[in-house]
């Protein structure tokens, strides 16, 4: 899987580089670049298809905090990249994320709200701060690539529909940036979900 190394590493030296122009320190840079090492070796095993939707989700959702939200605390972009809400497979076992990545960051992973949940919206607007970014971001990454994914119209309703009623007015709390690029999908997502 040739194409899949090579977008995989791509996609890592993206994180470390995007990471120290925002001003982490080796440390801070060394404990992300593990993070999404840990979270890309279920994915690198899984899927065949370098393209596929959820390949570089890990990465993606590090670099909307970094980009849109300006998060640089390396615990909160670590806890983004083995954060996965959406597919259990890619789910990194939290022993895992505490024996690789230390107690902060699994405490942040444990701490993010399971989206479909009867008290999600409650669970996230209670959430810290940190815990709330890192749900938000690693959602919008998962609603800007839903279009993308072989799940059928149900589920893409279903993610609209919870992106729209409890994740966007939770962004509209927490950050402006973020807040904006939900509103522009959740528009988006509306208008493809109407010509369907």
């Known amino acids: 899987m040739t194409g899949s190394v090579d977008r995989g590493s791509a996609m890592a030296a993206s994180v470390v580089r995007t990471a120290r122009s925002f001003g982490l320190g080796a440390a801070g840079v060394s404990l992300v670049s593990r993070a999404h090492a840990v979270a890309m070796e279920p994915r690198v095993l899984a899927i065949d298809d ?7 989700h890990p ?3 590090v670099l909307i905090l970094l980009r849109d939200a300006r998060v640089t605390d390396a615990a909160t972009l670590a806890a983004a990249a083995v954060t996965e809400s959406e597919d259990v497979a890619f789910r990194i076992d939290s022993r895992d994320v505490r024996m ?6 699994a405490d942040v992973v444990l701490s993010v709200p399971i989206a479909g949940s009867e008290s999600l919206a409650e669970a996230l607007v209670t959430a810290d701060e940190h815990v709330r970014l890192v749900a938000l971001a690693e959602r919008l990454d ?14 893409r309703r279903a993610i609209h529909a919870e992106a729209s009623a409890i994740y ?13 690029r939900y509103r522009h999908w959740c528009r988006t997502f509306a208008k493809r979900l109407g010509r369907a």
Request: proline letters at 7%; glycine letters at 6%.
């Open 50 to 56: 370098d393209h596929h939707p959820l390949f570089l």
């Open 100 to 105: 690789h990545l230390g107690d902060e960051v």
């Open 59 to 61: 990465g993606r959702s």
């Open 168 to 180: 966007l007015p939770v962004a509209e709390r927490t950050h402006p940036r973020l807040a904006q």
């Open 142 to 155: 998962h609603l800007r690539h839903a279009h993308l994914r072989e799940t059928g119209e149900a589920w």
